[in-house]
């Protein structure tokens, strides 16, 4: 068993089976300047018509979602992906970059709040790419606790239901989801450990610990609480 240390961002005890989610995005070669143009406008399209439906049943993010359609159908952003789709880069890469090129002020901005609202941004980002290189969103089967590295609202929107925790490495008391987390009662911890096996895990915001692969004492105690 490890015992890992953890900054509170949402209070609760969790104990499950921990779901590793990973945010990377591998980008694909170029092909051609109109393929990958009408690549981008189908993964744009497709990204706001999934945003709509997650809107159905969240009518109470119906604000933070209209500001995720607002930012990927933005003609500022086309325009200046198209630009480098012109440069012969592919529309993934090209979406990659513009849009990182957005969040780089928020993340050298000297305030919390500007740097928490990035996540808002990159969010948006996976979703387009997601959908431009046809990769399937994430989508809980099971009761779950989730790792991942950064924490996208969208898919706590999308996941609320199935997660029991949440740990990830980046974050702060303020963000959107951390936010979120509260409002649902879902325990949510910071800690700088990078898991990789989905092992048995216990989320105890009580005592600001998480312990992995616990023993069956640990287990059966955090049964009965």
């Known amino acids: 068993m490890e015992v890992i240390d953890g900054t509170v961002l949402s209070e609760g005890i969790a104990l499950g089976q921990l779901y590793i989610l990973n945010n990377a995005i591998n980008h694909e070669n170029q092909i051609t300047v109109n393929l990958e143009k009408q690549k981008f406008d189908l993964a744009v399209k497709k990204t706001v018509d999934e945003i709509k439906e997650i809107q159905k049943e969240n009518s109470s993010e119906l604000d933070y979602l209209n500001i995720q359609i607002l930012i990927a159908s933005d003609h500022v952003l086309k325009q200046k992906v198209y630009d480098m789709i012109d440069h012969n880069y592919s529309a993934s ?26 996540v808002d ?76 096996s989905n092992d048995d895990i216990v989320i105890d915001t009580r005592n600001k610990k998480i312990y992995f692969k616990p023993t069956f004492e640990i287990i059966d105690h955090y049964k009965l609480v």
């Open 121 to 196: 941004i990159l969010d948006v980002k996976h979703h387009i790419l997601n959908n431009i290189l046809d990769k399937s969103a994430n989508v809980l089967d099971s009761m779950k606790i989730v790792y991942t590295e950064d924490l996208h609202p969208s898919f706590l929107i999308k996941n609320k239901k199935k997660i029991l925790g949440i740990i990830s490495n980046k974050g702060g008391y303020s963000s959107h989801s951390a936010i979120l987390c509260r409002q649902l009662n879902i325990p949510y911890m910071l800690c700088d450990k990078k898991f990789a």
């Open 93 to 118: 890469y090209s979406v990659n970059e513009v849009m990182d090129e957005y969040v780089k002020p928020l993340l050298d901005s000297t305030n919390t709040y500007l740097q928490q609202r990035s």
